[in-house]
């Protein structure tokens, strides 16, 4: 299952930035070293199984945004599924921009009446933080008016903290075809295992899909976090030409087992009796993989894989 | 990872936190002490400014990203930070502006240099260093006139992106000019480290894993009883680190591969970033903080606590972790050894601090030391009080 997902914005509002670190396992800093993007890269990337990601990642030098949007518009904008539309929060003409998002709005309603809108206010890192809050609430408000009479999910984004993932985590989310069985599952399984919390990453991006909980917790923006600091350690990992199979970390609160776990994912468990002996969570956790294999992959049960038990 | 100064408060390490005796009253109480018996390494942070000295400080011991560091403001009048709560390095950092000499008074460089391990100056290695030479070798006197047992130590500062020969090349200059300047002065007995450091990578933290072992009079031991804990049970390598500051204090006798030493330091800082998430800030790292991480070339890692401050992380062979039960017990028994090495010198400190105070009371401070961890703050605030 292919679904297109163009990224579009004004020149060097960090469309390929965020795409890199997001998909190509990129370091903030690394993004530096990116050109600009001539007209448009295609890039495919295999998300959960069968659902493939057909990313139109389109340069945004203006010549390019006037061609998209009068000389080949059938091509760009049809058969979308997602628009995430980048504006740099620091830009000097913001008019322009949004002149140029609303020609684009235009031609994808037209082309792509059901295609998800999302804008993304990047660059959030170069404003001070106490007017980050005030200054994304305004263009919020802005972009949503402007978009009439689409609808528009607004994020703010910065590569250098976590709430890149927090943006992608959700857009993607939209994307997959059969979430609702998924976090249905992820919830019957955290409660069977007595689990404070369980959260489901896709393996290569550690986009967090899915999540459940069980116990409060004061932190809102953990998941990206946790996606944040995992990937991180991927990356270390990958430094010395490893990855890592499975961790576990505890202290006197809580212990955490994060594995592999489908062949597209990797899972993280969160308990809270830290008395429990580690072999016994991480049994369960091998004992769910088939069933969510399953969930994932409908077409490929060809076995009689049906008992599929917790404990 | 940037997320840190967002929601919580910008210095995670409140400067109240239970050890107030490092104030100037705590240098003389040290000044006095003649033989040097504290029991952390006490480390001076000096340089010109724009050196790049408020950004180490910040990297290392406040976790802030490199990159962030070129957001701080300069430095514009002398700071004195000190770092004692969380970590096992006392360290102090010295910001002195170019116009101001610390020499002279008002400023007491009795005061300054007494009782300090190690001085560390940084260079700026992308700017014209004359200046900073002039300054370090000014620096360098004084400090020895005070207290000749003083390590100086210079980091070579800023040399990411500069090539590898042209590192090497600055590198040997500064080494040239400040050991002609200190001939010069009639000092050459002085001896003078040099380290090549970044922010922007782990260089950073390495440099100052070798000054601070060479201020740990117990590093001989440390190193030992890794030599005996890692071969018996199977480990091919293992790191003593500092957790708050990643520095590492101790190893075995193997040679570092930088690599490895990096992953477990961004071990250590994925530990402690997920513990802060599902416990909290101040509890991240407890009695109970251990960490497993199996990778996919055959390759374990293995993190346990060993004491407030101290961390232990292992490298081993996946198959030799079949025998867990082994590792364990021999790192409970590494770990008593360890506390008792410091067990042996904060004893021996308190004795040179009350030469009239009994033995029991002493054994009853001890096992309270040892054993009640909920009081271990406050125990030991008051032995580094103890008038």
Known sequence: MKKKVLLMGKSGSGKTSMRSIIFANYVARDTTRLGATIDVEHSHVRFLGNLVLNLWDCGGQESFMQQYCTQQPDNIFRNVEVLIYVFDVESQELERDVHYYQSCLEALLHNSPDAKIFCLVHKMDLLAEEQRDIVFKVREGDLIGLSKPGNV?????????????????????????????????????????????????????????????????????????????????????????????????????????????TSNTYIMVVMSDPNLPSEATLVNIRNARKYFEELENPNNVATNHHNHKYH | MSYEHEDYPEDPFPKDFGYGAYDQDGLDLEANASNNSETKPRILLMGLRRSGKSSIQKVVFHKMSPNETVFLESTSKIVKDDINNS???????????????????????????????????????????????????????????????????????????????????????????????LSEAGLDQIHLSFHLTSIYDHSIFEAFSKVVQKLIPQLPTLENLLNIFIPNSGIEKAFLFDVVSKIYIATDSSPVDMQIYELCCDMIDMVIDLSSIYSSEE?????????????????????????????????????????????????????????????????????????????????????????????????????????
Not at chain 1, 236 to 244: D, E, H, I, P, R
Not at chain 2, 131 to 154: C, G, M, Q, S
């Open chain 1, 153 to 261: 999910t607004c994020f703010r984004t910065s590569i250098w903290d976590e709430t890149l993932y927090k943006a992608w985590s959700s857009i993607v989310t939209m994307l997959i075809p059969n979430v609702a069985a998924l976090e249905n599952s992820l919830t019957h399984f955290a409660n069977v295992i007595e689990a404070d919390e369980v959260l489901l990453f896709e393996k290569a991006t550690f986009l967090v899909i899915s999540h459940c909980q069980s116990k409060k917790n004061r932190d809102s923006h953990r998941f990206e976090k946790v996606s944040n600091i995992i990937k991180q350690f991927k990356l270390s990992c990958s430094k010395l030409g490893a990855k890592f199979q499975s961790m576990e970390v505890r202290n006197n609160a809580f212990a955490a087992f994060i594995d592999t776990f």
């Open chain 2, 283 to 387: 509890t991240a790292f407890d009695s109970g903080s251990s960490s497993l991480i199996k990778l996919n070339n055959n390759t374990i890692l293995y993190m346990r606590e060993v004491n407030k401050f101290l961390a232990l992380v292992c490298i081993l062979r996946e198959e030799n972790f079949n025998r867990q039960g082994v590792i364990d017990y021999n790192f409970i028994c590494f770990r008593d050894a360890i506390s008792e090495v410091f067990e042996l010198r904060l004893k021996r400190q308190k004795q040179l601090q009350n030469p009239d105070q009994d033995d029991d009371e002493l054994a009853d401070d001890r096992g309270l030391t040892m054993g009640g961890r909920l009081n271990h703050d406050n125990d030991a605030a008051a032995v580094s009080r103890a008038p």
């Open chain 2, 87 to 181: 970590s096992f390095v006392q360290f102090q950092i010295w910001d002195f502006p170019g116009q101001i000499d610390f020499i002279k008074p008002p400023f007491d460089s009795d005061m300054i240099f007494r009782g300090c391990g190690a001085l560390v100056f940084v260079i700026d290695a992308k700017d014209d260093y004359i200046e900073a030479l002039r300054k370090f070798k000014d620096t360098v006197i004084e400090a020895y006139k005070v207290n000749p047992h003083i390590k100086f130590e210079v980091f070579i500062h800023k040399v990411d992106g500069i090539s590898d020969d042209s590192k090497m090349e600055s590198q040997r200059d500064i080494h040239q000019r400040s050991s002609d300047d």
